[in-house]
């Protein structure tokens, strides 16, 4: 389920993503729904959209349960695309837990407030899985090509606080901050400005189409290494990954 209020006279969208019983991992349906409130709160004029999470997190991830459908991989993609085409700056609002596909999700946005205990991470190496090149790429660009070596290899995570030292989080703060920023910039900035600035900056980073990588997505989706992985994570178990 998506929550959405419009803020400051309706200078400003929040999208919530409220699957608190989740942490807030997104599915087929969560995706869609997030992309259909994001274009209708442009399509009405807002100037900034705040993304966040209900009940303490920003977004676990992706919902297990369906991680292995292509439509969710779909729906993902086409979400991931919106946030970073729309004509005006997403501000992510991030606390508690940002991890795989919810880190995927605050990378796309423009701007980013965490607190200083939020977790991000790619957690996909446990699994099996594998992201697109775009998420790579957009992770080495702003947190910097060693930690996104880190994460993306290792697994490891990084806190609000270490996510600022690194340029990936702008300010630390809660929702409050964000609403605060985004409202200040919605109420003081030049919307055509701020729309120009945000394609120049996406056009800096467009993403060649590379053959190879996308047969190593192909490969790790359809390995038996991901099927061992999903077992493993339901049976609260260490997989015993094969490289197959």
Known sequence: ????DSQADGRVGVLTIERPERRNAVDTQSCVELEDGLRSFVAEGVRVVVLTGAGGHFCAGADLQGVEDSDFRGALRSLLDALVSVPVPVLAAVSGAALGAGTQLAVACDLRVAAADARFGIPAAKLGLMVDHWTVQRLARLAGFGPAQGMLLAAEEVSGEQ????????????????LAWADSMASKLAPLTMAGHKLALTRLEAAADDPSVDEAVRRAWGSEDLAEGMAAFRERRTPRFQGR
Request: charged share 20%; net charge neutral.
């Open 163 to 178: 996510a600022l030292s690194l340029g990936l989080v702008h300010r630390l703060g809660g929702l409050d901050d964000a």
């Open 1 to 4: 389920m998506i929550g959405r």
